[in-house]
């Protein structure tokens, strides 16, 4: 069966052997390129790029494979119970599950790979479109090259999002629907109304795209044929399209009808969203949106220059192919109208159109291939464009993509170590965002600002939790409606008062387990976690006693931090302390301090350095009334409890010169026999005192 091309350009030269492995091997240099790029920061567990949608659809895989929910009402517990809000039909999110449970990878690392395998499944549709063109098999690889080294495709085609998918599915509807009704052939009919539904369920702003030329396609066929018989052509035609578009409508309404049950979830519907996804005159024309869909295109999608460069020869030498090229740029705008906020605001909605504008650049390229121009001089600009563009990778995506991040901050590694896997986590001030819940792997009730000054509203999402646990309140900023929220915790057990702070969000949990959660709070570390306001830290008195070393909470060892060994026992007369105020850890070794250290056999030195405050020494005190000196002293411990002296020497700033001032260097050398340990001895000086010996050991290390 042959397919008629819609344009017949019948190619003014001879395609030479040699320009035919030309164009291959740039085709396989630009998909080694790609292979490369989408797999830095492979290991990484954030998602670069944005994230705020790539959370929602890893937040929505994430709990389908928890809980092995594979119903249509997929859940997105983002917003409360019931926890199903539908953006998209699951089936990105399904392959996902599948390819992590078959792979055994992460979901991060499977929603990658799916993205990815599309975005390869979609370049036969590209190289079997640009036939309808009369593109020569041996040029079509520099067009598919060219998609493979675009900066927004090696970025975004491994990005854990729906886009590629829908974007496979679309083209090759439009490859499909053409050649099935062109062609009379069942065969691609099917694959027509199979892409066709997978691109209307999956995304059909996507789909609605991809329907302007397959649409103008059809009404040109249907417009020839209206003296002929246009009746049967209309029949297939409308018959391509027909279950495609009844699988959306049902989605869509099915969605809507489940995002009602949730009253956070109504306002998302697609009335709801309506003026967000199609616009209004208002933002169709702003100014300012469209400013920033121009920065856009500029900065994000390719490699500018290269833009500028097909645009002139578009004007000039590439007129032979004027329409093709119109008609792609024409899609590639229609959306920007179409659609002006979403494609204001996200960046990554652009992969649905930059391949048009790739298309357009290509066959910017096709038509000087094939006019009189010098095919190394056709070569040349498309290895520029080529490099190009992957230069522009590297400088613009490559930093972001290649950082190894564990995903999330420390606000929500806290969360996830404070809270039980089955919790519910409130948060106010951070929109309907998926990010914190996502990376803590809780689920969560997201207030948007709009529905916190809603009493009722919020009463009812909470009265929804009715069987779930509140794990945690966090409050962002100071959102309005924060104490009204703050009271309606607490009487479903959250403590009124926050335990720790992040940033700017302060976090509240169950006042039952406030202390178990302090003590868990105080034994970890998280990142720019602090300890809130006028919460009294747990202390326990380790003064005048021995304690072992491995008895400490991890909070407590802190104190000993810059010491290296620690210690395996010690005695504090006051307890130990640590004092970092002045950019250097000092530990508190007022007398009488005793440190015991486990070490090996053979030769050590001890290093550190000593240091008192000038009030302990000063000039004009009588003696009776400052220090008289700390003795500091090394002694290797027997078995038996018997002590030897290994080194000693007496700080005493007031009658010796050289103790006076910051960090004087403490060093002892010495051997054991066999392993052991030694006691670091801090005492009171000749006269027996304690008066003033405010002494400060610093780093210790001990080779």
């Known amino acids: 069966m042959t397919f008629p091309a819609v344009m017949d350009h019948a190619s003014p030269r001879e395609i030479l052997r040699t320009e035919r492995w ?10 080694a390129f790609h292979f490369w790029g989408v797999q830095v920061g492979w290991q990484s567990k954030n998602l670069p790029g944005g994230e705020f949608r790539q959370a929602q659809t890893a937040i929505s895989s994430y709990w389908i494979r928890e809980d092995r929910d594979f ?7 983002i917003l409360g119970k019931p926890w199903s809000v539908p953006m998209e039909f699951p089936l990105y999110q399904w392959t996902t599950v599948v390819v992590s449970d078959l792979t055994h990878w992460s979901l991060t690392k499977a929603g990658r790979a799916v993205s990815i395998g599309c975005f390869y499944l979609l370049l036969p549709a590209v190289f079997l479109l640009l036939r309808r063109w009369s593109v020569a098999p041996a040029r079509r690889w520099l067009i598919l090259a060219t998609l493979l080294t675009c900066p927004l495709y090696v970025f975004y085609s491994r990005a854990v999002l729906i886009e590629t998918m829908a974007l496979m599915f679309s083209v090759w509807f439009w490859v499909a629907y053409e050649r099935g009704v062109a062609g009379r052939s069942w065969v691609w009919l099917v694959v027509a109304m199979i892409a066709g539904s997978g691109a209307g369920l999956v995304k059909v702003t996507t789909f609605m795209l991809y329907l302007l030329p397959t649409g103008w396609w059809a009404v040109t066929r249907l417009w020839q044929a209206r003296l002929g018989d246009w009746q049967r052509e209309l029949a297939w035609l409308a018959g391509a399209v027909v279950v495609p578009f009844g699988v959306t409508i049902w989605w869509l309404n099915f969605a809507d009808a489940t995002k009602e049950l949730n009253v956070l979830g109504r306002e998302f519907t697609s009335s709801g969203l309506q003026d967000f996804n199609l616009g209004t005159n208002a933002t169709r024309f702003s100014v300012e949106m469209w400013m920033t869909k121009l920065r856009i295109i500029r900065e994000q999608l390719t490699w500018l220059p290269g833009l500028v460069v097909c645009a002139g020869l578009a004007l ?4 032979a192919r004027w329409r093709e090229i119109l008609t792609c740029l024409a899609s590639f705008a229609s959306v920007l109208l179409l659609f002006p906020v979403l494609y204001a605001h996200h960046e990554y909605y652009y992969v649905a159109n930059t391949l048009l504008l790739l298309l357009a650049m290509g066959l910017v390229l096709v038509a000087l291939a094939e006019s009189a121009v010098s095919r190394w001089l056709v070569y040349g600009i498309a290895a520029l464009l080529l490099c190009g563009q992957g230069w522009h990778y590297v400088g613009h995506y490559y930093p972001s993509q290649r950082a190894i991040s564990p995903g999330g901050d420390g606000l929500t590694r806290s969360l996830q170590a404070l809270t039980n896997p089955r919790d519910v986590v409130v948060v106010l001030g951070q929109d309907w965002n998926s990010m914190t819940p996502y990376y803590a792997q809780r689920r969560a009730v997201m207030l948007r600002d709009a529905v916190a000054r809603d009493p009722e509203k919020v009463e009812q999402a909470l009265a929804g939790l009715a069987g779930e646990t509140i794990g945690a309140l966090v409050l962002v900023g100071q959102p309005d409606g924060a104490q009204w929220l703050i009271d309606r915790a607490a009487a479903r057990g959250i403590d009124p008062q926050p335990l720790y702070v992040w940033r700017d969000a302060r976090v509240y949990l169950p006042r039952t387990r406030r202390e178990e959660l302090l003590n868990a709070l105080m034994e970890n570390h998280f990142h720019e976690v602090q300890i809130a306001p006028r919460v009294e830290i747990p202390k326990r ?10 008895s400490l909470r991890v909070w407590e060892k802190e104190n000993f931090g810059g010491m290296e060994p620690l210690p395996v026992r010690f005695f504090c007369r006051f307890g130990p302390s640590m004092d970092g105020s002045s950019g250097q850890r000092m530990f508190g070794a007022h007398p009488v301090t005793r440190l015991v250290f486990a070490l090996p056999a053979g030769a050590h030195t001890l290093r550190s350095a000593l240091q ?3 009030e302990a020494y000063r000039l004009d005190l009588p003696d009776s009334e400052t220090t008289d000196g700390v003795e500091v002293s090394l002694f290797a411990l027997g078995a038996a409890g018997e002590k030897r002296l290994l080194a000693t020497r007496l700080f005493d700033p007031r009658h010796n010169r050289d103790d006076r001032g910051n960090l004087r260097p403490l060093e ?5 026999e066999q392993a052991g340990e030694v006691e670091l001895y801090f005492g009171p000086g000749p006269a027996g005192r304690d008066t003033r010996d405010w002494i400060e050991l610093g780093p210790l290390t001990i080779d």
């Open 541 to 550: 008195d380790l003064s005048a006693r021995w304690f072992e070393m491995a």
């Open 316 to 319: 000039t030498i590439g007129r």
């Open 22 to 31: 030309l164009a291959l091997v740039f085709f396989a240099a630009a998909l």
């Open 668 to 672: 002892f050398s010495f051997t054991l």
């Open 71 to 77: 119903s249509l009402a997929y859940p997105t517990p």
């Open 612 to 614: 008192m405050r000038v």
